[in-house]
């Protein structure tokens, strides 16, 4: 299995593994990791879908997208997810699965003309009395120590993070579930354990690399991994979106960060400033200095 990036790889049709005929594929859960391995081997393995089996222990399938069927209205999942547009795996696997209601039309494009049409996006940062705006001006009003604790970040290598809990990164999500229990590294199984030909581990509880837990995509991906791996798919997996790596989306991010304020606006510590303020001369004329411009940072 390979990362891939880019729209070569993203439009290639895999040829049928050899030997895919004898085997079967176990799947224990019926959650989205389990349905998403179903769906990528009969589309990428081309396993026939009799030789694949969903345990699920429970009587509501789907398991944390519960299916729950609503005669008026469906499968509906209680509380809905927000999904943004670089879940690159949930995406190609929602581009193959049909649409129930629109001929010829996948649970992509019905996703993408929803959003189109009624754009489910709001800038608000708090509500009050379940839904009323707690209007925040969509202004985030952090602390200039806690935006440029947050712009550490950004350059924090993942290495640096382990073992840190919540209590000790700026965060302000509560110990929602098991998700965001304290964490090691080595803690969770890779998907592909070493030296494993025909088991994998799928979804939150699993490693993989640069990916977010708590996610529909991350499920999804750990899953197109395990079947990629153990069957030699012939096409990468597409990468986690690239952007740490694009100082453009850094750019951005402290610019939100800082609710539009230019970084020489910061009440910093006298050392920082001048630091700053000698980083920012250096700049001058080079592209860096455009974007920070282009991104109102100075
Ligand atoms: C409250 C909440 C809000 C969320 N919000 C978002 C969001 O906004 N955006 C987003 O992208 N993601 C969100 N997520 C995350 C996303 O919904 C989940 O990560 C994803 O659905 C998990 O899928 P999974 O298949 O990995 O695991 P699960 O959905 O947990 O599936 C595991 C299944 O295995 C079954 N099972 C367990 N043990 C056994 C056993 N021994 N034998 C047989 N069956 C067994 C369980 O019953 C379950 O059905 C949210 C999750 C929660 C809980």
Not at 179 to 202: K, S, T, Y
Not at 265 to 273: D, G, S, T, V
Request: aromatic fraction near 10%; hydrophobic fraction near 40%.
């Amino acid at each position: 299995m390979y990362y891939t990036n880019g729209n070569y790889e993203a439009f290639a049709r895999p040829r049928k593994p050899q030997g895919v005929g004898e085997k079967q594929a176990w799947l224990v859960g019926g959650g989205l990791a389990s349905l998403a391995a179903a769906a990528f081997l009969v589309r990428d393995a081309q396993m026939d879908g009799s030789r694949i089996h969903i345990l699920e222990d429970s009587g509501l399938p789907g398991g944390a997208c519960d299916g729950l069927l609503r005669p008026d209205v469906g499968f509906v999942i209680r509380g809905g997810r927000e999904m943004e547009n670089h879940y690159e795996c949930l995406w190609d696997l929602f581009r193959s699965v049909p649409s129930l209601e629109v001929e010829d039309a996948s649970v992509l494009d019905e996703f993408y003309w929803l959003n189109h049409d009624d754009p489910n996006y709001s800038k608000n940062r708090a509500t009050l009395k379940q839904g009323a705006s707690a209007d925040t001006k969509n202004r985030f009003e952090l602390s200039d120590e806690a935006a440029l604790e947050l712009m550490r970040l950004f350059f924090t290598p993942d290495e640096a993070l382990y073992d840190k809990t919540i209590d000790d990164v700026p965060c302000m999500m509560p110990y929602v579930t098991a998700f965001f229990m304290p964490r090691a590294a080595g803690d969770r199984p890779d998907v592909i354990p070493e030296g494993c030909v025909n088991f994998a581990f799928l979804g939150q509880f699993a490693e993989t690399p640069r990916d977010t837990i708590f996610t529909t995509e991350y499920s999804v991906r750990t899953a197109m991994e395990a079947v990629y791996t153990l069957l030699g798919i012939e096409r990468g997996v597409p990468e986690v979106y690239a952007s740490v790596y694009d100082v453009r989306c850094l750019l951005n991010a402290a610019h939100y960060l800082l609710d539009g304020r230019r970084l020489t606006e910061m009440k910093l510590p006298l050392p920082y400033k001048m630091a700053l303020h000698a980083g920012l001369e250096k700049l001058r004329g080079t592209t860096l200095d455009e974007l920070l411009v282009r991104y109102e940072l100075v």
